[in-house]
């Protein structure tokens, strides 16, 4: 390397740094030039009144003001809400340079965020904003309910109102508190579902607690009645486990079902109702035995032979502690399917018995004793009917061999 080229090489060096500034500086420049004329609209132009809340039905008066700077006038101007041009007769020219335009009987806000009336010039360019908030103070929040999942936290839903939309942004905050102490705290965990809230934890057992919801916005504010609740009377579970549907023997028109008892709750003195509900395959229609006591298995009679059924359960806990309050049921457990057994008849060949064979007026006896049988022993019952299942099987042997 020698002084001279290492001195041209510097000197290319510092040309091309210096080239590569002007560049920098010029696209700076044409940037802020392209910017300049929106920027200087933003401060020369102005709708008066700004972020303004009316309530429904009002009517609203706005004015764009634009400043002498920009030379243009007010009659070239025209106004958009929410990107809809509004007609010219809703506008008047006050001044060469105000604009204004006049909206009656005003609907609720389209969003929350309120809607958006916006001043522009001839050639489209947005010249000013303002936000409208239409709507409604909120009514007070009704139907407050709570419910604990196995004593752990408390989950409470409310109805804003028998108007349900305000059409703008609201705010419900649901307050609690100790009923004879302690400091009131706001619940902060949202499930996600509308008038909705979750305390997951830090809840205390066998003391009440006062709980309310508040609802505000900028048309006003309202609050709920105030329920007060022990943890304890409010209580659900999980589901019952393990749900099994199985045949009854060779009897076509019952099953049985067993089921296990939510282990979530071992720990507290309680007693479970149950109740099941179950469904024919292609049925929407669910059939409910309304309180089968606190047992765990239920003989399901009066079923169509060869069928297949849906089977569920659900569980409510009663007297935790000694409360005096029924549980609160809890979800239906997953369905659980089996089938009836089915009836195999040769369909050729058959024939019924005439009334003057043996034994005609007796079977129809049977028959009619075995229908009233079944149809007062539906359900679940502390009866046994091991005699009657005996009976069941011996006819039903007897008809399929007279059929064959």
């Known amino acids: 390397d020698c002084p001279c080229a290492r001195s041209h090489h510097d000197k290319n060096r ?3 740094a210096r080239d590569r500034q002007n560049v920098t500086v010029s696209i700076a420049m044409l940037f802020l030039v392209t910017l300049l004329p929106c920027a200087l609209a933003a401060h020369l132009a102005v709708i008066s009144p700004q972020d303004t809340v009316l309530r429904i039905g009002s009517s609203l008066t706005a004015v764009c003001t634009v400043s002498a700077e920009l030379e243009i006038t007010a009659r070239s101007l025209y106004w958009t809400l929410n990107g809809r041009r509004l007609a010219r007769n809703t506008y008047r020219v006050l001044s060469p340079t105000e604009s204004s335009v006049t909206l009656h009987q005003l609907n609720g806000s389209l969003q929350q965020s309120g809607d958006n009336l916006v001043c522009h010039r001839g050639n489209g360019e947005v010249l000013a904003g303002s936000c409208i908030y239409v709507g409604l103070p909120p009514e007070k929040p009704v139907n407050l309910t709570c419910w604990s999942r196995n004593t752990k936290d408390l989950s409470c839903s409310w109805s804003p109102g028998s108007r349900e939309e305000t059409f703008i942004n609201t705010k419900y905050i649901l307050k609690y508190k100790l009923k004879w102490y302690g400091k009131e705290k706001d619940c902060e965990e949202n499930t996600g579902q509308p008038y909705t809230c979750y305390i997951p934890r830090d809840l205390a057992i066998f003391t009440p607690y006062e709980i309310w919801v508040e609802a505000a916005n900028q048309l006003g504010s ?18 019952p486990s393990d749900v099994y549907v199985s045949r009854v023997g060779d009897l076509e028109d019952q099953l049985s079902v067993r089921w296990e008892s939510p282990p979530a709750l071992k720990d507290y003195l309680f007693q479970s109702k149950y109740q099941i509900r179950y469904r024919l ?32 359960v659900r569980c409510s806990p009663v007297g935790i502690y000694g409360s005096r309050k029924a549980g609160i049921w809890s979800d239906w457990s997953h369905s659980t399917a089996a089938s009836t057994p089915g009836i195999d008849r040769l369909n050729s060949g058959s024939c019924d018995l005439k009334p003057s064979e043996p034994n005609s007026t007796l079977r129809k006896e049977l028959k009619q004793f075995f229908g009233w049988m079944r149809k007062h022993s539906y359900g679940c019952t502390d009866v046994s009917i091991k005699l009657y299942d005996q009976w069941r099987v011996w006819l039903q042997k007897a008809q399929k061999t007279h059929d064959q």
């Open 14 to 16: 510092a040309e091309s």
């Open 222 to 239: 309202a609050t709920s009645d105030v329920i007060t609740l022990d943890i304890l009377d409010v209580v659900t579970t999980d589901p």
């Open 281 to 312: 395959e292609e049925s929407e229609e669910w059939k409910v035995i309304d309180d089968a006591g606190n047992q765990t298995s239920c003989r399901l009679a009066g079923l169509r032979a060869g069928t297949v059924y849906f089977v569920q």
